[in-house]
C-alpha cells in the first residue's frame, strides 16, 4: 500500500447523501488507520441530503466555490477557504449556490463508511 495518492488516478463515487466524493486516502486501500480523507464535489445547483454519522466526527474544508451549509439547528452561507466542524451525531447537509462546482476536502475520524451515515 502507498502512501501517496494522485487523485486524477482514483475514481470518483456516488455516496448516500448524494455528493460526488474521491476517497484520497482511506484504510480500505492505504496504508492510514484512524481517518479517511476524501474530495466531495456537489455540482451547480446541487445539494447533498441531510444526514448524520452515527460516530464519525468531520471536518470539512471549501477548496471551491460558496455555498450553504446546514448544521443541526443552524443554516449559514461557506465559501472558499471556509472550515466547518461536524461533531458526531449532527444533521447536516450543504447546498451549492454558486457558478462553479462546489468542492470540499472531507476528513472523517473514524474512516466514513456507508454504514455510519444516517439519511434524515
Known amino acids: 500500500m502507498s502512501v501517496l495518492t494522485r487523485r486524477d488516478a482514483i475514481a470518483s463515487y456516488t455516496t448516500l447523501d448524494g455528493s460526488a466524493i474521491r476517497e484520497l486516502l482511506h484504510p480500505d486501500a492505504h496504508p492510514v488507520r484512524q481517518?479517511?480523507?476524501?474530495?466531495?464535489?456537489v455540482p451547480v445547483g446541487g445539494?447533498?441530503?441531510?444526514?448524520?454519522?452515527?460516530t464519525t466526527e468531520e471536518i470539512y474544508h471549501l477548496t471551491?466555490?460558496?455555498?450553504?451549509?446546514?448544521?443541526?439547528e443552524e443554516s449559514f452561507p461557506v465559501a472558499t477557504g471556509d472550515t466547518i466542524?461536524?461533531?458526531?451525531?449532527?444533521p447536516?447537509?450543504?447546498?451549492?449556490?454558486?457558478?462553479?462546482?462546489?468542492?470540499?476536502?472531507?476528513c472523517c475520524a473514524?474512516?466514513?463508511?456507508?454504514?455510519?451515515?444516517?439519511?434524515?
Open 35 to 41: 481517518q479517511s480523507l476524501a474530495e466531495a464535489t
Open 47 to 54: 445539494a447533498t441530503r441531510l444526514h448524520r454519522h452515527r
Open 64 to 72: 471551491r466555490g460558496r455555498g450553504r451549509m446546514v448544521l443541526g
Open 85 to 90: 466542524l461536524i461533531p458526531p451525531g449532527m
Open 92 to 106: 447536516h447537509c450543504i447546498e451549492n449556490l454558486g457558478e462553479e462546482p462546489l468542492t470540499i476536502l472531507c
Open 110 to 120: 473514524p474512516a466514513y463508511t456507508h454504514s455510519d451515515t444516517e439519511l434524515l
